[in-house]
């Protein structure tokens, strides 16, 4: 009686054909719903417009390296010329063509600085000294006129050092100020919170181009004729003062966000104001604060291209500049494109390292 | 006290005023200094801008060079300041530069209110229009209705407005912030009229155009632009030396002196020429210079033809015409006064 019953597995029904596979993946994501495949239809139909004439340009009609500018230019397509014939000019703008190589290594020396300081592993006492190594580098081939360097006044300065300098040096003396202004502005000292609100409040009210425009402009009026300060000093600290007050808006949401119970256990412990902050406080508001924080390292990045105004080449400035050779004029396309790039990876590798940063300084939390 | 310093310095006036011979404070920092800081249009084809290499080229330019090799005999005596068009003022105001070499209009509130003292012009520019020559249009009082491309914020916007309304034609303006963008509009066929300095009409015509012969720059002129270098007031040894340095480039085309022919004069017997070269001594001494500041500026940068030609003349990519800036023996405006 049990040749009714089947014995043996049934081999596996294959899904209806509706809920896996590329068709059902098509309409469970794009033509789930009426508007949602108009959307899809629409959005193809510009991709089909935009991508081949785009591809066109880059790749397929474009000129290769050393096709000279009349040419360039009856063809159309992109000039990639003009990059390989500017390029030295973009990433280092006026400084001496034959001593190229130190600005070259001082954007090696940035770099690994930077990399160096991102590896939790080398978050040591040791890290400082590196830093301060490594800027004295930056400085003796940057300027010269040591060891046998000859010296190179900060005005012929430019390209993507510059860039770096203004950003890198800018964002690591800010970064402490604005703890303190964070601080501050929390302080239960009334003076010390009156002048640390309305410092951050002055600054963020005014915006950074005018700051900059005080600072290259208005400044030297007040000082007697002949008395110069240094042009790109002086907007470096008018960087450094927009970006203090911006993180500490950012630090102090941070601190805002640590419990009440947290400060009271400090004071239990009978840690005084700066054992806690050092110890307790700041370490969890910091990692509270990073999102924010790199919100701000990422648009100052962008705004130190806004020193265009006050006349020093930053690497935009340098691309601008470039394009007004007479014999390279109208490839503004190449231009723009190359030094977009550059900007997104700078850009792009801070956003994911503060992801991962983030991640990591959150497993504590984690439920 | 403090009328005792008021009448040192009343003294100090008066005597400076009474001696004269003095240099003023701007030409001695600068000789004492031993380089010229000059004021540059931080990217301006053919007036101001760097190469490839990035050393600066341009016909402002030049005339810092030129000034340079007057009082040092060196061209590279120049510490180049890029300025942008809200720096400039500042910058020659407060002592930055000395001198401002940034194809800058000469107006009478910038040599009043501003305190320039202008140089002879090294540029006279104007305000002009380029058209598609499918359009048919052989002037600009056929523009009546145009669409007209204009950059933002320029005294080019309100010469186009003032042109329109007393010729009693209408326009749409399409204004744009960066002149890049005015030009990348002009030549997708946003508009029919493209309007900005002939100048630099005509360097977009040569240079940014895919097809230069399809665009025609209309006859019409409609504003006086003429370019000089500036210094600030207070320093007139230093106005002079600035000012008599572009004179000598221009008596020097005028008498057909050039960079490669110059030594061929210095023996000449002509009295003129004897003492712009600095062979019958007098014009150096009276501009507190070396006697031979003429010969200098002339052997290393030119007469002023040469410079001209070497930044934006015809063989250059901006291919500008002599037009005004021919001398004024050939019906242009440049004129040299008498060197003695």
Known sequence: MTDNVHTGSIPDERPPANTVGPVAWLRNNLFNTWYNALLTILIAWLLVKAIPPLLDWLIFSANSFGTPPQVCRQQGGACWTFVSEKLRFVMFGTFPYDEQWRPLVTIVIIIALVLMSCDRRFWKPWLGLMWVGGLTAVGVLMWGGVLGLTYVENTLWGGLPLTLMLSVIGLSVAFPASILLALGRRSQLPAIRVMSVTYIELIRGVPLISLLFMASVMFPLFLPTGVNFDKLLRAQIAFIMFAAAYMAEAIRGGLQAIPKGQYEAADALGLNYWQAMRKIILPQALAISIPPLVNTFISFFKDTSLVIIIGLYDLLGTAKAALSDPAWRGFYREAYLFIGVIYWVFCYSMSKYSQKLERDLRRGHRR | MKSGILAAAAAAVVFGAVTGAQAGPTLDAVKGRGFVQCGVNAGLPGFGNPDSSGNWTGLDVDYCRAVAVALFNDPTKVKFTPLSAQQRFPAIQSGEVDLLSRNTTV???????????????????????????KLGVKSA??????????????TTELNLADYFRSNNMSYNPVVIESNDEVNAAYFAGRCDVLTTDASGLAGTRAGVAPVPDDHVILPEIISKEPLAPAVRHGDDQWFDVVKWTVYATIQAEEMGITSKNVDEFVNSKN????????????????????????????????????IFERNVGLKTPLKLERGLNALWTNGGLQYAMPIR
């Open chain 2, 271 to 306: 009295p003129e020429i004897q003492r712009i070269l600095g062979t019958s001594p007098g014009m150096g001494k009276a501009l507190g210079l070396d006697e031979k500041w003429a010969y200098n500026v002339i052997k290393a940068v030119g007469n002023y033809g040469e």
């Open chain 2, 107 to 133: 107006t009478l509130t910038r040599d009043t209110s501003v305190g320039l003292n202008f140089a002879p012009v090294t540029y006279y520019d104007g305000q002009g229009f380029m058209v598609n020559k």
């Open chain 2, 141 to 154: 009082k056929e523009l009546n209705g145009a669409t007209v491309c204009v950059q933002a914020g320029t």
